[in-house]
């Protein structure tokens, strides 16, 4: 029994599908870059960024955080080639909004002790931040301090602010 | 000085600005799903999707893991309110072209000792797999059997496949 989001995504993607012409593209991203950004809801990536189809590796998470991003950046560039990152947090994110023991005491309350022990297994830090622009020179310089950034790239990361209410980028570093 | 990168974005982000509708939505997904897909160049989450502006979360990461997505998961969840999870591989993943030891060697001979140390500090794995259906399958699974995923959402949580050669979405579990 399909819900009403899965029933979404089988009639848009049908959609979607029956235009499509991007079958041909390569693995690597074309134009050998990443863009780390938030998951928020209110953010298209790829229009409001400027990425075609093929160009660049899209990593979205909660805060748009370089640290939970490292995996995927590693294989970006070790595996596939890419040489440039951009770093675009946004304003009225949900991670300014609250703190880490937040996070924490809400888990407790609703999923109970067990949920909190396995919080801490897994990684144990929402990676909130108490303000946006500073947060960007601080993720920036998670990179650019990193072991696992070769040397070449890191001339090469910049950090950027997506604005919500107006849809404009702009430079942090 | 800008890379031709930090140009095109500044560039299309204007573009993209000039004719921006959207800034008076709120922060909380207004479907309330969150998305789990890959990094991948060829996947345009929002269109391929159908995910309107606003209506979900959008968590992507090399290989669309969702052990790498579970703490974005749980601040969707417990902090934003959503209530269902779509995750979606895709053909042609580059997580299903090499293995852990491949790039853990990789990283060894391009970037040092130093770095497979901090490698194994931040989380030791690629998180790649052999098969597509049945990563698909296991990262489902493994949500379902997550403390940190609450019970009334384990039911509406579903795994699908994206054909980057062709642009379909197809139901795995």
């Known amino acids: 029994m399909a819900t009403p989001i899965q029933e979404n ?15 041909g593209l390569a693995l690597p991203p074309a134009k050998k870059y990443a863009v780390v950004t ?15 189809l ?13 640290r939970d991003a490292l995996r995927s950046l590693v294989i970006s560039e070790q595996l596939l080639g890419t040489e440039e990152i951009l770093l675009i947090k946004h304003t009225g994110c949900g991670m300014l909004t609250f703190k880490n023991e937040d996070a924490e005491a809400l ?7 067990d949920a909190v022990k ?3 297994a897994f990684k144990g830090d929402f990676l909130t931040f108490p303000e946006l622009d500073e947060a960007v020179k601080d993720d920036v310089e998670f990179l650019k301090q990193s072991k696992l950034i070769p040397e070449k790239i890191k ?5 950027w602010v997506y604005e919500v209410e107006t849809g404009k980028v702009r430079s942090v570093v």
Do not use: P
């Not at 093929?54 to 909660?62: E, K, S, T």
């Not at 888990?107 to 002790?113: A, P, Q």
């Open 107 to 113: 888990v407790k309350k609703n999923l109970g002790e």
């Open 9 to 23: 995504l089988v009639a848009k993607n049908k959609a979607y599908a029956s235009s499509f012409t991007g079958g």
């Open 155 to 159: 001339s090469k990361i910049s950090g």
């Open 54 to 66: 093929g160009d660049a590796h899209i990593i979205r998470n909660a805060g748009a955080s370089a």
């Open 38 to 52: 938030c998951m928020d809801a209110r953010i298209h990536a790829a229009e409001a960024y400027g990425i075609y």
């Open 118 to 120: 396995a919080l801490v």
